[in-house]
Nanobody
Framework: QVQPVESGGGLVQPGGSLRLSCVAP????????VNWYRQAPGKGREFVATIDAGGNRNYAESVKGRFTISRDNAKNTVYLQMNSLKVEDTAAYYC??????WGWGQGTQVTVSS
């Protein structure tokens, strides 16, 4: 099963910013909706943000107003700009389609700590 490649994570202080990238394993021109998910230690995977082919976006309540999802179909890449990061945003972040068309990538670790 093909997998995306996530990157851009790291260690950041509360209030800081990171920009995550998800390189899709196939042309994004053929993919209508792409989501970002995250999984914190000891917790299940949860939805973070979604974007469709028309650029319509939606977010989990916990990140609304702080995170922005975007896509560049020509680069086969979906981005997640994360601002005003909180300790509770610490998690491994993954991208996938809503029906998990792709295999799960290795994710990118985001750690928010002072």
């Amino acid at each position: 099963q093909v997998q995306p490649v996530e990157s851009g994570g790291g260690l950041v202080q509360p209030g800081g910013s990171l920009r995550l990238s998800c390189v899709a394993p196939e042309s994004l021109f053929s993919i209508i909706v792409v989501n970002w998910y995250r999984q914190a230690p000891g917790k299940g995977r949860e939805f973070v943000a979604t974007i469709d082919a028309g650029g319509n976006r939606n977010y989990a309540e916990s990140v609304k107003g702080r995170f922005t999802i975007s896509r560049d179909n020509a680069k086969n890449t979906v981005y997640l700009q994360m601002n005003s990061l909180k300790v509770e945003d610490t998690a491994a972040y993954y991208c996938n389609t809503p029906k998990f068309r792709w295999g799960w990538g290795q994710g990118t670790q985001v750690t928010v700590s002072s």
